[in-house]
């Protein structure tokens, strides 16, 4: 599963509107109206830094603070709009908590729903058939195939995000962490940790 999304881009074939999104940009740049590496630039930052990045926060923040976890548990949209964490594609939000009894995975089977607020641009192959309908069915071996081994005695809980509610997940706070401030707690968290299909390492990891 995790061996046909972003570091592989050219495993499949592009869908249609990503053909004509290419086919656009293309024409773009060749008319000098965009810049294609000032355009990859803002991708990758709406992709892999701005989104992520207050996901992370959230939850080292829910790591750290006992009374905002409760809050975050209670009501994941106000809470995270108390870190100033909101916008279209995150009006309501549930936070899940990964525990040593259940480890929880979101998927959207219709579509790719997601919270965009707090995770940025949907990964390729969060909207991909493949992880859409697999993760349902069999969803202990596709988190194998992502590296999250899971011990016999934890469950897992698939939450199919919808249009009316996207989730987030809370993994659990790695070993050794203790001594780590707010920011650096943060820097542990991945975007993928915060789907379910993996878990933050400790810093000696």
């Known amino acids: 599963m995790p061996h046909d999304h972003d570091d592989h881009p ?10 004509r ?18 355009l ?26 006992p009374a905002f976890r409760e809050r975050l548990l209670a ?18 939000m549930v936070a899940v908590e ?3 009894a259940r480890h929880n ?19 390729a192959w969060y909207k991909s058939d493949a992880y859409r309908s697999r993760a349902i069915r069999e969803a202990r071996k596709v988190l194998a195939e992502f590296g999250v081994e899971l011990l016999p005695e934890q469950s897992v809980r698939v939450w199919d995000s919808t249009a009316e509610v996207r989730y987030l997940v809370i993994p659990q706070r790695p070993e050794g962490t203790e001594n780590l401030s707010e920011d650096a707690l943060a ?19």
């Open 10 to 19: 050219h495993s499949h074939l592009p869908t249609d509107p990503e053909l």
């Open 21 to 38: 999104v290419r086919a656009l940009e293309s024409l773009l740049v060749e008319k000098g109206l965009v810049d294609s590496a000032t």
């Open 40 to 65: 990859d630039a803002i991708i990758d930052t709406y992709e892999n830094k701005i989104g992520p990045r207050n996901g992370a926060r959230v939850v080292a923040r829910s790591w750290c603070d």
């Open 75 to 92: 009501d994941a949209t106000s809470a995270i709009a108390e870190l100033g964490f909101a916008g279209r594609q995150g009006e309501h």
């Open 98 to 100: 990964n525990t040593p």
């Open 105 to 123: 995975l979101v998927v959207c089977t219709l579509c790719s729903c997601y919270p965009w607020p707090v995770l940025g641009i949907p990964p």
């Open 187 to 205: 820097e542990l968290v991945t975007r993928n940790s915060m789907i379910g299909t993996d878990i933050p390492k400790g810093p000696a990891s």
